[in-house]
């Protein structure tokens, strides 16, 4: 059975997965007003996208790692050959949030996976949280993530 690894600050957790988060903000492939949730096809690539939103003066600490276990038939690929060029671009391409809000209206699935930008050999899920198989998620309870304090050097932390 596939897995999924979402991280998120403990101050968030009664929102882990309702989507809140990009309702209020929009990410690279939804707008405002969309809700989904983000999530990693591996540990690793959570860590590394936690890493590069991080705020120079936020602090690794008070985090949480939630597994997301579903069937195959559940989840929907993005096709590359849909984007543009510039992609990875930062602030990204308004297209990618029109492919996004597209998928969570026509309900065609519950995740779809997507390209990582962090790391392009990788993925990552969006997940659909009013989508009428959501429920078909098995969701763990969150587990206490801590991150080696070595990142704290490199990324001019004191923890």
Partial sequence: ??????IIKNRYAAHAFDGEGSRLYGSRWTSPGIRVVHASESL???VLEVLVH?????????????????????????DKKILPENWRDYPAPTVLRAHGDAWVRRKSS???????VVIIHEFNFLINPSHKDFNRLEISRPKPLDFDPRFFGHLGHKG
């Fill in 1 to 6: 059975m596939p897995r999924a690894w979402r």
């Fill in 110 to 116: 519950v995740l779809i996976r997507v390209p990582s």
């Fill in 44 to 46: 690793s690539l959570a």
């Fill in 54 to 78: 991080l705020q120079t003066s936020a602090p690794l600490v008070s985090y949480s790692v939630y597994t997301v276990d579903f069937p195959e038939d559940l989840v929907e690929e993005l």
